[in-house]
C-alpha cells in the first residue's frame, strides 16, 4: 500500500533549526512535495524533490533519498510565524499526490 | 491576485439537505482536485478531473458528486450533508501534462458546517 509516516508534533525555539522527517511508500515515484498550512488555511507549496540530495531556498532546505524513502524539511532561523503544519506528501506513477497529516510545529519563544 | 478561488469560505448547511460548493481557476490547469480534510489529518482526495474526464476514488461516498462544466470551473455537490460530512473541502489545480513537477494549487477551503 502507500503511505506517509512523519511526526505529529514538534516543538522549537525562535531562532533556532529544526527538521522535520518523512519516510514515504508510493507506488512508482514521481517526487516529494513539502506544504506549509496554517490552521484554518490551505496548503501552500514549499518545495519539490525528485533527485537525491538537498535543496535550498532561503531558510528552508529539503532534502531526498530515494533509496531510503525518505526526505526531511529543514527550517533555519524560526520564526514565530513558521508556527504551521507541515504536509509530506509524495507523487505516485499516476501522478497522484499521497498526503502525510502533517507534523504540527510549536515555535516558542 | 487569487489564482484558485473558492466559494464561500464558510458554509453553514442543514443535516440532510442538499449544498454545493464551487472552485474557479485562472491558470488554466486542465487538472482539479477535490479533497476533503478534517482537522489533523491528511487531505483526503475525493475525485479530480484530468480534462473532462472524471476520476473517482474508490472509497468516496455516493453522497458526494461533482461537476466541471468548463476548464475554469468545478463544483462538490453534497446530495444529503451529514454530521460527519463537516470538514474543510479543498480545491486544487495542477498541470498534469507537463511532467512530474506539478505542484498543486491550492484555494483558500470552504468550511463546512452541518447542524
Known amino acids: 500500500g502507500q503511505n506517509i509516516d512523519q511526526p505529529t508534533e514538534m516543538t522549537a525555539t525562535e531562532g533556532a533549526i529544526v527538521q522535520i522527517n518523512c519516510t514515504y511508500q508510493t507506488s512508482g515515484f514521481n517526487g516529494l512535495f513539502w506544504y506549509q498550512q496554517h490552521a484554518g488555511e490551505a496548503p501552500t507549496f514549499l518545495s519539490y524533490?525528485?533527485l537525491d540530495g538537498l535543496e535550498e531556498k532561503g531558510r528552508f532546505s529539503s532534502f531526498l533519498s530515494r533509496s531510503k524513502g525518505y526526505s526531511y524539511l529543514l527550517l533555519k532561523e524560526l520564526q514565530m510565524k513558521d508556527s504551521a503544519s507541515y504536509l509530506c506528501?509524495?507523487?505516485?506513477?499516476?501522478?497522484?499526490?499521497?498526503w502525510g497529516a502533517g507534523t504540527k510545529l510549536i515555535i516558542k519563544p | 491576485d487569487a489564482m484558485v478561488i473558492q466559494n464561500p469560505r464558510y458554509q453553514v448547511t442543514q443535516f440532510g439537505k442538499p449544498v454545493t460548493l464551487s472552485c474557479s481557476q485562472t491558470l488554466n490547469h486542465n487538472v482539479m482536485y477535490w479533497y476533503q480534510q478534517k482537522s489533523s489529518q491528511a487531505p483526503k482526495l475525493l475525485f479530480h478531473?484530468?480534462?473532462?474526464?472524471?476520476?473517482n476514488e474508490a472509497d468516496t461516498p455516493d453522497n458526494f458528486q461533482s461537476r466541471r462544466p468548463n476548464t475554469s470551473f468545478c463544483f462538490l455537490d453534497i446530495r444529503s450533508p451529514g454530521l460527519g460530512d463537516a470538514a474543510m473541502y479543498l480545491c486544487a489545480t495542477s498541470r498534469a501534462n507537463e511532467g512530474p513537477n506539478t505542484e498543486a494549487f491550492f484555494g483558500q477551503g470552504t468550511r463546512l458546517t452541518v447542524v
Open positions: 524533490n525528485v
Open positions: 478531473y484530468y480534462d473532462k474526464d472524471f476520476n
Open positions: 506528501a509524495g507523487m505516485d506513477s499516476n501522478y497522484q499526490l499521497i
